[in-house]
């Protein structure tokens, strides 16, 4: 941002400077442009040299799950939008209280009539030996996340000192960039501050599964290293080496620049009910300040401080009367949630329910038949719920006995309708943790015309933060608008609130190895699926793992699970390869021998240059494999997601205007790509020249040759849809040609959606991603082509010949033949 | 174990768990035999209400087959069709005996003829 034009001269309003760029400070502007957006000319100084971005979210862009922009709450529009000077990148330095001015470590001074200070808080550093070595870093801004990529990327062992959230997020993040993590934590349980102790236990046993080295009470000596971080040491002696070390044991209110200019600090600064400081003009807000003797470190009070402030500065005080906490998160995956007091003592009584094997734990403590703190582990779906009835403090004497079972068990469903659950929330019960959104406040932004989930997100910024709201938001959509509910992200099918890319994502990232196992994770509502998730997620796993997943056959379609294309009358055909479209009089022999052995009543030339045997039967199918493997021929795979054809012309050994040999490539590619499972069908074609007679410009991959070399088209269809394809770019080789269509193969493999076509999918993603990918990343580009090599080395096993030697006969064969009178089984 | 009410089909381990097997009866349709996740078996005329998809290709899940065909969803128990789809398949009475699938006969012939 310019640093120049901070005051014009024709402004007469009064001047509202903001120190602190974070989520506090733009937060409280939002709110004061939401009630007054005239009333004051606003300069915000900001200390990163950035857009104002959503630092819970850090998280999520350490474990590669987001980038940058996608976490980035207001960009440059929204501050010229609505007018605002932004001075990102040099931080206040000090507050002139006399002369109303803040001066910059950059030498800018700038006056103000109302000052707030939104300056968060800093993260403590244990004071020990080694703190300042280079590779001790904290976890509080963008600029610690790229350090600590940059140390992922090369690779060895990191240390986190601090097992609370940001510790263990932190964790999380570089244990799946690959590092090895040991996570140092003085107390005996880990997040002690959120879950009880059997709650902790049950996370230390989840993490330590995921890799993860998990010290408790381990209380640090010194971080050891010449000139740079080599390990860590801890009191009783043991030496942990390390490469990077994350303190993350805890933040302390930034407080120095109040107490240079004579504000009152106690362990905040001190603000009253309407976020004013001890000098009138000055303000606080967020993390750095103290309200009521009580300093908070979540996001929640933080939204309601922003409400009261912006009151305040419109003359319509409200007052701040301080905030319950309860905190829903997702440590690593695991879903969390806790709020009020659970440590117990007298009057309490604890209900608990423990479900091991589903790995869910509730503890809810009463005191004189009010709530007053839940735990949950591995099931949060009621925290709202415990939080709603905690804060209003109602009597649950007439609920005690079905508590634990959570609200629809409670309030007399029976069966557990996490609509009717909504349904019964209170208007004021909160629905999004992060932002601090009631339920009567999304139902009024739905009733404002934000019909999907994605304008909910964006007007009062429900489900927006973290997302573990987002099954409680849509249920609110639904409820409200009944059937207009515009999709959103479409979920896989009606067995899970994920998207394709959603699931996707968390099989890699857990590492979950089968279907079962997603199921479980995710939670599924079914209990093993639909015809619509098993075959994807069958996919999915199948991509994720080469060579180490178990194909789950009954969760194929059933051409895929017999290798033959079932027909309307229940008979299969048969379409055996014939590589680049070639083949030769051994090869027909045994077609038409087959034809008559099985009285196949027709075989038809299809459009992908091969020949197609209708009308055998099932049991047949085994023998007529037999029969086609002894003449050389194996499947080609015309059932299946998966490479269909390379169709070829007959290019420069036959064309008088061929330009390079179509053929020879078209079976290279064809040799190559085979037997590899897709999201959907993929067909390629090579022309040998711009006449294009194979039609290549309608393929999934087309290559048409020109006298330079080899101009590699993309994303055609020759479908319901014609499209034709896009250019992706031209290449002077054959083997150039090879190697793009591997990793354009792989890519779409890895980032398409289960039965996605890749026109569809370059629609979506739009070309420039593929290219950014494919053409401009060679580096990116030779990996894509290695693992879809990898892939390849155990898939290209004809599927045909194991059946034809007697594998998985049961799917061919009847269990019994029945004739009446006389049966034999 | 064949008796002159059931017909004696073969072992339970023999059908695929959330799959199927078929049993051929001699001048008219297959019988589908599902065995579902949680070990229930069903059997059903192998013919879909819709366009006569062999049920017995489809995926199992829950209580239902998917028809290869179009997709449909037959419940297992009762033989309709769920969802939107209106239609039902002739069930045939099923029963485990020593670990052995009896189908009942005089369904089979009065759902296969």
Same mark, same amino acid.
């Given at each position: 941002? *310019?640093?120049?034009?901070?005051?014009?001269?024709?402004?007469? %309003?009064?001047?509202?400077?903001?120190?602190? =760029?974070?989520?506090?400070?733009? /937060?409280?502007?939002?709110?004061?442009?939401?009630?007054?957006?005239?009333?004051?000319?606003?300069?915000?100084?900001?200390?990163? @040299?950035?857009?104002?971005?959503?630092?819970?979210?850090?998280?999520?862009?350490? #474990?590669?799950?987001?980038? &940058?922009?996608?976490?980035?709450?207001?960009?440059?529009?929204?501050? =010229?939008?609505?007018?605002?000077?932004?001075?990102?990148?040099?931080?206040?330095?000090?507050?002139?209280?006399?002369?109303?001015?803040?001066?910059? $470590?950059?030498?800018?001074?700038?006056?103000?009539?109302?000052?707030?200070?939104?300056?968060?808080?800093?993260?403590?550093?244990?004071?020990?030996?080694?703190?300042?070595? @280079?590779?001790?870093?904290? &976890?509080?801004?963008?600029?610690?996340?790229?350090?600590?990529?940059?140390?992922?990327?090369?690779?060895?062992?990191?240390?986190?000192?601090?097992?609370?959230?940001?510790?263990?997020?932190?964790?999380?993040?570089?244990?799946?960039?690959?590092?090895?993590?040991?996570?140092?934590?003085?107390?005996?349980?880990?997040?002690?501050?959120?879950?009880?102790?059997?709650?902790?236990?049950?996370?230390?046993?989840?993490?330590?599964?995921?890799?993860?080295?998990?010290?408790?009470?381990?209380?640090?000596?010194?971080?050891?290293?010449?000139?740079?971080?080599?390990?860590?040491?801890?009191?009783?002696?043991?030496?942990?080496?390390?490469?990077?070390?994350?303190?993350?044991?805890?933040?302390?209110?930034?407080?120095?620049?109040?107490?240079?200019?004579?504000?009152?600090?106690? $362990?905040?600064?001190?603000?009253?009910?309407?976020?004013?400081?001890?000098?009138?003009?000055?303000?606080?807000?967020?993390?750095?300040?103290?309200?009521?003797?009580?300093?908070?470190?979540?996001?929640?009070?933080?939204?309601?401080?922003?409400?009261?402030?912006?009151?305040?500065?419109?003359?319509?005080?409200?007052?701040?009367?301080?905030?319950?906490?309860?905190?829903?998160?997702?440590?690593?995956?695991?879903?969390?949630?806790? #709020?009020?007091?659970?440590?117990?003592?007298?009057?309490?009584?604890?209900?608990?329910?423990?479900?091991?094997?589903?790995?869910?734990?509730?503890?809810?403590?009463?005191?004189?038949?009010?709530?007053?703190?839940?735990?949950?582990?591995?099931?949060?779906?009621?925290?709202?719920?415990?939080?709603?009835?905690?804060?209003?403090?109602?009597?649950?004497?007439?609920?005690?006995?079905?508590?634990?079972?959570?609200?629809?068990?409670?309030?007399?469903?029976?069966?557990?309708?996490?609509?009717?659950?909504?349904?019964?929330?209170?208007?004021?019960?909160?629905?999004?943790?992060?932002?601090?959104?009631?339920?009567?406040?999304?139902?009024?932004?739905?009733?404002?015309?934000?019909?999907?989930?994605?304008?909910?997100?964006?007007?009062?910024?429900?489900?927006?933060?973290?997302?573990?709201?987002?099954?409680?938001?849509?249920?609110?959509?639904?409820?409200?608008?009944?059937?207009?509910?515009?999709?959103?992200?479409?979920?896989?099918?009606?067995?899970?609130?994920?998207? +394709?890319?959603?699931?996707?994502? *968390?099989?890699?990232?857990?590492?979950?190895?089968?279907?079962?196992? !997603?199921?479980?994770?995710?939670?599924?509502?079914?209990?093993?699926?639909?015809?619509?998730?098993?075959?994807?997620?069958?996919?999915?796993?199948?991509?994720?793992? @080469?060579?180490?997943?178990?194909?789950?056959?009954?969760?194929? &379609?059933?051409?895929?699970?017999?290798?033959?294309?079932?027909?309307?009358?229940?008979?299969?055909?048969?379409?055996?390869?014939?590589?680049?479209?070639?083949? =030769?009089?051994?090869?027909?022999?045994?077609?038409?021998?087959?034809?008559?052995?099985?009285?196949?009543?027709?075989?038809?030339?299809?459009?992908?240059?091969?020949?197609?045997?209708?009308?055998?039967?099932?049991?047949?199918?085994?023998?007529?494999?037999?029969?086609?493997?002894?003449?050389?021929? !194996?499947?080609?795979?015309?059932?299946?997601?998966?490479?269909?054809? !390379?169709?070829?012309?007959?290019?420069?050994?036959?064309? $008088?205007?061929?330009?390079?040999?179509?053929?020879?490539?078209?079976?290279?590619?064809?040799?190559?790509?085979?037997?590899?499972?897709?999201? +959907?069908?993929?067909?390629?074609?090579?022309?040998?020249?711009?006449?294009?007679?194979?039609?290549?410009?309608?393929?999934?991959?087309?290559?048409?040759?020109?006298?330079?070399?080899?101009?590699?088209?993309?994303?055609?269809?020759?479908?319901?849809? !014609?499209?034709?394809?896009?250019?992706?770019?031209?290449?002077?080789?054959?083997?150039?040609?090879?190697?793009?269509?591997?990793?354009?193969?792989?890519?779409?493999?890895?980032?398409? /959606?289960?039965?996605?076509?890749?026109?569809?999918?370059?629609?979506?993603?739009?070309?420039?991603?593929?290219?950014?990918?494919?053409?401009?990343?060679?580096?990116?580009?030779?990996?894509?082509?290695?693992? &879809?090599?990898?892939?390849?080395?155990?898939?290209?096993?004809?599927?045909?010949?194991?059946?034809?030697?007697?594998?998985?006969?049961?799917?061919?064969?009847?269990?019994?033949?029945?004739?009446?009178?006389?049966?034999?089984? | 174990?064949?008796?002159?009410?059931?017909?004696?089909?073969?072992?339970?381990?023999?059908?695929?768990?959330?799959?199927?097997?078929?049993?051929?009866?001699?001048?008219?349709?297959?019988?589908?035999?599902?065995?579902?996740?949680?070990?229930?078996?069903?059997?059903?005329?192998?013919?879909?209400?819709?366009?006569?998809?062999?049920?017995?290709?489809?995926?199992?899940?829950?209580?239902?087959?998917?028809?290869?065909?179009? =997709?449909?969803?037959?419940?297992?128990?009762?033989?309709?069709?769920?969802?939107?789809?209106?239609?039902?398949?002739?069930?045939?009475?099923?029963?485990?005996?020593?670990?052995?699938?009896?189908?009942? %006969?005089?369904?089979?012939?009065?759902?296969?003829?």
């Amino acid at each position: 941002m *310019e640093h120049s034009p901070l005051s014009p001269e024709a402004d007469t %309003r009064d001047h509202l400077v903001v120190i602190g =760029n974070g989520m506090a400070g733009c /937060r409280a502007v939002e709110e004061l442009l939401a009630r007054d957006p005239a009333r004051y000319r606003v300069t915000i100084f900001g200390a990163e @040299p950035r857009v104002n971005y959503n630092r819970i979210m850090l998280s999520p862009v350490l #474990a590669g799950e987001k980038c &940058f922009d996608d976490i980035v709450i207001n960009d440059a529009d929204w501050y =010229n939008a609505n007018g605002i000077a932004l001075v990102a990148g040099d931080p206040v330095v000090a507050i002139d209280r006399t002369a109303r001015t803040v001066t910059t $470590r950059g030498g800018l001074t700038e006056s103000y009539d109302r000052l707030l200070i939104a300056t968060g808080s800093d993260p403590f550093i244990i004071p020990v030996p080694g703190k300042d070595l @280079p590779g001790v870093i904290a &976890f509080r801004d963008m600029d610690d996340v790229d350090t600590m990529l940059a140390a992922a990327d090369a690779g060895g062992d990191a240390v986190v000192i601090g097992g609370g959230l940001l510790g263990l997020e932190a964790a999380h993040g570089l244990s799946l960039r690959g590092m090895k993590v040991t996570v140092l934590h003085l107390m005996p349980t880990l997040m002690e501050r959120q879950l009880d102790e059997a709650a902790g236990w049950l996370l230390k046993n989840a993490l330590e599964e995921r890799g993860q080295t998990i010290l408790t009470g381990a209380d640090t000596a010194e971080i050891v290293g010449d000139g740079k971080v080599e390990g860590v040491k801890l009191k009783d002696g043991t030496l942990i080496p390390a490469s990077l070390v994350v303190m993350a044991v805890g933040i302390r209110p930034s407080v120095v620049l109040a107490r240079d200019a004579g504000l009152a600090v106690g $362990r905040g600064i001190q603000v009253d009910d309407h976020m004013v400081t001890s000098d009138p003009h000055i303000l606080a807000v967020g993390e750095c300040v103290e309200h009521d003797g009580q300093v908070y470190g979540l996001v929640a009070p933080l939204w309601d401080m922003c409400r009261s402030l912006a009151d305040g500065l419109v003359e319509q005080p409200s007052g701040y009367r301080g905030s319950v906490t309860s905190t829903k998160l997702k440590v690593s995956g695991i879903d969390v949630f806790s #709020a009020g007091d659970f440590s117990g003592g007298d009057g309490c009584e604890d209900i608990v329910l423990r479900d091991a094997s589903r790995g869910v734990y509730k503890r809810v403590i009463v005191k004189d038949d009010r709530i007053v703190g839940a735990v949950l582990y591995g099931d949060t779906a009621d925290g709202s719920w415990y939080f709603d009835l905690l804060k209003k403090q109602e009597d649950v004497s007439q609920l005690r006995d079905l508590l634990i079972f959570g609200q629809a068990f409670a309030a007399g469903g029976g069966a557990a309708d996490p609509k009717a659950a909504v349904a019964a929330l209170s208007d004021d019960a909160e629905i999004c943790g992060c932002n601090g959104v009631t339920k009567g406040q999304v139902v009024s932004c739905i009733a404002k015309g934000a019909h999907s989930l994605d304008a909910v997100r964006g007007s009062c910024k429900a489900s927006a933060s973290c997302g573990s709201c987002t099954g409680l938001v849509e249920n609110i959509l639904a409820l409200t608008l009944g059937d207009d509910v515009q999709a959103g992200p479409k979920t896989m099918c009606k067995c899970t609130s994920f998207g +394709h890319d959603d699931v996707r994502r *968390e099989i890699v990232a857990q590492g979950m190895r089968s279907i079962p196992e !997603v199921m479980q994770k995710l939670h599924w509502t079914t209990p093993d699926g639909c015809s619509s998730c098993r075959p994807a997620l069958n996919y999915y796993l199948l991509c994720a793992l @080469p060579g180490e997943y178990v194909d789950d056959q009954q969760s194929r &379609f059933v051409n895929e699970r017999l290798h033959a294309n079932i027909q309307k009358d229940g008979t299969y055909s048969v379409v055996p390869r014939m590589w680049g479209g070639l083949t =030769n009089p051994t090869e027909l022999r045994a077609i038409a021998d087959v034809v008559e052995k099985y009285n196949a009543p027709m075989v038809k030339v299809t459009g992908g240059q091969r020949l197609d045997i209708f009308g055998i039967k099932k049991e047949d199918l085994p023998a007529v494999w037999a029969d086609l493997n002894a003449a050389g021929m !194996v499947s080609g795979h015309a059932y299946g997601k998966a490479l269909r054809t !390379v169709k070829t012309c007959v290019g420069s050994e036959w064309c $008088r205007f061929g330009t390079q040999d179509s053929t020879g490539l078209g079976v290279k590619l064809e040799r190559m790509s085979w037997g590899s499972w897709m999201p +959907h069908k993929f067909k390629i074609a090579v022309s040998g020249c711009p006449r294009n007679c194979a039609e290549a410009t309608i393929k999934d991959f087309g290559v048409v040759c020109v006298d330079s070399g080899y101009e590699l088209h993309v994303g055609g269809n020759g479908g319901i849809h !014609v499209r034709a394809t896009d250019l992706l770019c031209k290449v002077a080789t054959e083997q150039e040609a090879m190697d793009y269509c591997a990793a354009f193969i792989q890519l779409y493999r890895e980032e398409a /959606r289960y039965l996605e076509r890749t026109a569809p999918w370059i629609e979506r993603v739009g070309l420039e991603h593929i290219k950014a990918r494919i053409v401009d990343d060679a580096p990116g580009r030779e990996a894509l082509r290695a693992r &879809f090599l990898f892939s390849q080395s155990f898939s290209q096993d004809d599927p045909w010949a194991q059946r034809a030697e007697g594998a998985e006969a049961e799917h061919h064969a009847p269990m019994a033949r029945f004739t009446p009178q006389k049966e034999i089984a | 174990m064949t008796t002159a009410e059931w017909l004696d089909i073969g072992w339970i381990d023999q059908i695929p768990v959330r799959g199927s097997r078929t049993v051929q009866v001699a001048g008219g349709d297959d019988i589908a035999v599902f065995r579902t996740a949680e070990g229930k078996v069903f059997a059903l005329l192998d013919r879909c209400p819709h366009k006569h998809g062999r049920l017995s290709q489809g995926i199992v899940h829950g209580g239902a087959v998917a028809c290869p065909l179009h =997709n449909w969803r037959i419940s297992l128990s009762t033989g309709e069709a769920l969802g939107e789809d209106k239609g039902c398949t002739p069930t045939v009475p099923v029963k485990i005996d020593g670990g052995r699938v009896l189908i009942c %006969r005089a369904s089979t012939l009065k759902a296969a003829a």
